[in-house]
C-alpha cells in the first residue's frame, strides 16, 4: 500500500510540474559578452507536426501559422544565441545559468545554457526515443464545459504534459481562443521542452528552461510576424 501510494504521489507530482500556469511572466535579459562557442549537435532540429486537433476558425489558422514558424525559431543562429547567453539575477548579480536546469530529477546534473541548448536540438523525447533531432509535435485542445470550469486546470493552466507517459499536448481552449501567434509559439515549446524531461520545481519558476526558452521563442515569433526575420537584441 505504502508503495503504490508513493507511485501515486510521484505521478501527480510530474503532471503537475509540466504545466504552464497564466501570470508567470520570464524576464529576458541577455548578456552581449557570451562567446557564442556552440554548435548544433545536429545540422537542424526537424520539427515534425505528427497530429493536432484545434477548433475551426480564425484562431486555428493562427495556430498553423505558428506550427510553421517553429522550424524556423528553432533552426535560428538568434535563438541559439539568446538561450545561451540568458542571464538572470541572483543575489544581487547576474549570472549565465538557468534555475533547475537538470533533467527529471538528476540535480546531481546540472546543465549549462549551453547544455541545455543542446538537449534542445537533440530532440531526445521520452516518449518518441527513436526519433532524435526531432520536435514530434502532438497536441490537442480541451474545451471545458460548464461543469469544469471551475477546476484548477480549466481556470488557470494554459498547456500541460505528462511526458513520462505520453507524447501528447493538452492546450486550453480558455486561452487559446484569443491567442496570438507568438503566444502559441511560447506556449507549444514550453510544453515540448518539458517532453524533454525539464520539469518546473517549486520556486523561481519563471527563471527556469521551459518558461524562459519558451518566451525566447515567442519573442522571436513577434520579430518575425512584425519585421520578418528574428532581430537581434544583442548589440
Known amino acids: 500500500m505504502k508503495r503504490i501510494i508513493t507511485c ?8 503537475a510540474f509540466a504545466t504552464m500556469i497564466e501570470g508567470i511572466n520570464p524576464e529576458l535579459n541577455f548578456d552581449p559578452n557570451i562567446e557564442m562557442k556552440s554548435s548544433f549537435t545536429s545540422p537542424r532540429l526537424n520539427v515534425v507536426i505528427e497530429n493536432y486537433y484545434f477548433p475551426d476558425g480564425p484562431q486555428r489558422d493562427k495556430f ?35 534555475q533547475k536546469s537538470y533533467l527529471w530529477y538528476n540535480r546531481d546534473e546540472v546543465l549549462s545554457p549551453e547544455d541545455v541548448y543542446n538537449v534542445l536540438m537533440e530532440g ?19 474545451v471545458c464545459r460548464w ?18 507517459k ?12 484569443k491567442y496570438e501567434v507568438n503566444n502559441m509559439v511560447a506556449n507549444m515549446v514550453h510544453e515540448w521542452i518539458h517532453l524533454l524531461g525539464f520539469l518546473h520545481g517549486k520556486d523561481r519558476m519563471r527563471e527556469e528552461v521551459p518558461y524562459v526558452v519558451g518566451a525566447i521563442a515567442g519573442q522571436l515569433a513577434a520579430e518575425i510576424i512584425e519585421f520578418g526575420h528574428p532581430l537581434s537584441v544583442i548589440e
Do not use: Q
Not at 501515486?8 to 503532471?15: A, F, M
Not at 541559439?80 to 539575477?89: L, P
Not at 531526445?124 to 480541451?142: D, G
Open 8 to 15: 501515486l504521489v510521484s505521478l501527480i507530482s510530474l503532471n
Open 64 to 98: 498553423e501559422h505558428a506550427l510553421e514558424l517553429l522550424d524556423e525559431i528553432m533552426n535560428s543562429e538568434e535563438f541559439k544565441r539568446r538561450v545561451i547567453s540568458y542571464v538572470r539575477e541572483v543575489n544581487g548579480e547576474w549570472v549565465n545559468s538557468y
Open 124 to 142: 531526445n523525447e521520452k516518449m518518441r526515443p527513436s526519433t532524435l533531432a526531432e520536435m514530434n509535435l502532438n497536441s490537442y485542445v480541451k
Open 147 to 164: 461543469w469544469e470550469k471551475w477546476s484548477t486546470w480549466c481556470r488557470k493552466v494554459i498547456g500541460s504534459t505528462a511526458p513520462s
Open 166 to 177: 505520453s507524447k501528447w499536448i493538452k492546450l486550453n481552449w480558455k486561452f487559446y481562443r
